[in-house]
């Protein structure tokens, strides 16, 4: 069955450096989103994505984040300057034409340190 | 703003027992509803997931109902097994773009 990957599964940086945490969607899908759950809480929406461009953001999402699909494969999201508060859990979803199920990568967890 | 709410926060019950999660949300408008499972420090687990045109869907032990009108879904657990142990969370597409959570209800199931 096919299923959202997420690379690396835990990346640890300094306070100020740039990440970019790496997703490969279903192959056939064509709408992507990024999520963060921050120890014992909720998850949250960060950003969906749709041919190429950024379709909603929350809230959360400035300037310090941008999302990329490189290729035809990666889904990315870069964090420019990495804060403490950027310490989370962050998941990739994807879903096809439909938008009916979003189904979710198994998540990368960033420690900033 | 949508919100979803999850009660109770934590539930622990002895093995064997049937037991009912709640789910509440503000705004009816939404496009589905899906109940995940999430293991500590682990991903999430899609469970099931209703329709906003469906009253109810069925997976194995797990039951999950939904009205809309009142905003509330249920997620029933048949014959608890020690392995249901794990935080459940509730949450609603809305505007068919982002999922909404809850906070979870952190379920344990003694042996």
């Known amino acids: 069955e096919p299923e959202v990957t997420q690379t690396p599964s835990h990346q640890v940086t300094q306070m100020g450096q740039e990440v970019i945490l790496r997703c490969v969607p279903i192959?056939?899908?064509?709408?992507f989103y990024w999520y963060r759950q921050i120890l014992g809480q909720k998850v949250e929406f960060l950003v969906s994505?749709?041919?190429?461009?950024?379709?909603?953001k929350s809230e959360i999402f400035d300037d310090q984040f941008s999302v990329e699909r490189p290729d035809g494969s990666n889904f990315t999201l870069k964090i420019r300057s990495t804060k403490l508060e950027d310490s989370a859990m962050y998941f990739c979803?994807?879903?096809?034409?439909?938008?009916?199920?979003?189904?979710f990568g198994p998540g990368t967890r960033l420690t900033v340190t | 703003k949508q919100e979803v709410t999850q009660i109770p926060a934590a539930l622990s019950v002895p093995e064997g027992e049937n037991l009912v999660l709640n789910c509440s949300f503000t705004?009816?408008?939404?496009?589905?509803l899906q109940w995940f499972r999430q293991d500590p420090g682990k991903g999430l687990t899609s469970l099931l997931l209703?329709?906003?045109?469906?009253r109810e869907q069925t997976s194995g032990r797990l039951n999950a109902s939904l009205d809309k009108s009142s905003g509330r879904s249920t997620l029933y657990i048949a014959a608890s097994q020690p392995g249901d142990s794990a935080t459940y969370l509730c949450?609603?597409?809305?505007?068919?773009?982002?999922?909404?959570f809850g906070q979870g209800t952190r379920l344990t199931i003694n042996p």
């Open positions: 192959s056939n899908h064509l709408y």
């Open positions: 979803a994807s879903s096809d034409w439909t938008q009916y199920e979003q189904y």
């Open positions: 705004d009816s408008a939404i496009y589905n």
């Open positions: 209703i329709q906003s045109s469906q």
């Open positions: 949450a609603v597409l809305r505007g068919a773009q982002k999922l909404v």
């Open positions: 994505f749709y041919n190429n461009e950024i379709s909603e």
